[in-house]
């Protein structure tokens, strides 16, 4: 089946090249564009969407808090939100993912990375990149209203556990940290996973916010 893929910016010629870009791969569809917040939780129940490529600013209703709305709704428990940001100018990256998001993109990568991220994080995995995720997080994690009082803290863990937990923090997918403690892929996606469990976290992005939140990770360090 493909993925079901809904557009949400509310400039329509981005969303256009975006839709274009989509539709030449065989593997998705685009089933909606929604120009703000407001549209895009709408048409995320009514399109029967699987991802949401959604950027940060637009009106009616930001990203972030449209990513919120999605992810509370028990209706859109499998709907995944993929967020665009400038970085550079950005400063809600943080928070867009404490709100929902598996991941985010700069808005001036290339088109075959788009569609990687479309189907990374549609298949359940977080896309987060070491350098920006460092730098960002490093800037913006230590603003209040932290996960940690809803989120198991690595004291929980144990040291492999740790170890696994950190190279996720730094943006190591799973074939990365195989590679890097001398597992097999599958060993390190079932750490993962425990992970999660031991932890109470939703996904990949939620356990990079408790590392560093935590001070598993120490922002600068990566």
Known sequence: MPIRVLLADDQ???????????????DMEVVAEAGTGRQAVDLARSARADLVVMDIRMPDLDGIEATRLIAADEDLAGVKVLVLTTYDTDEHIVDALRA???????????PAELL????????????LSPGPTSRLIARFLRAPD?????VGGPDELSERERQVL????????NTEIA????????????HVSRIMGKLGARDRAQLVIVAYESGLVVPGAV
């Open 146 to 150: 932290t996960l940690m009082s809803a």
């Open 179 to 190: 590679e890097a403690l001398g597992l097999s892929p599958l060993t390190a996606k079932t």
């Open 100 to 110: 929902g998001a598996s991941g985010f993109l700069v808005k001036d990568i290339r």
């Open 116 to 127: 990687d991220a479309i189907r990374t994080v549609a298949a359940g995995d977080s896309l």
């Open 166 to 173: 950190t190279l996720v923090a730094r943006g190591f997918n």
């Open 12 to 26: 329509t010629l981005v969303r256009a090249s975006f839709a274009m870009l989509v539709a030449s791969a065989g």
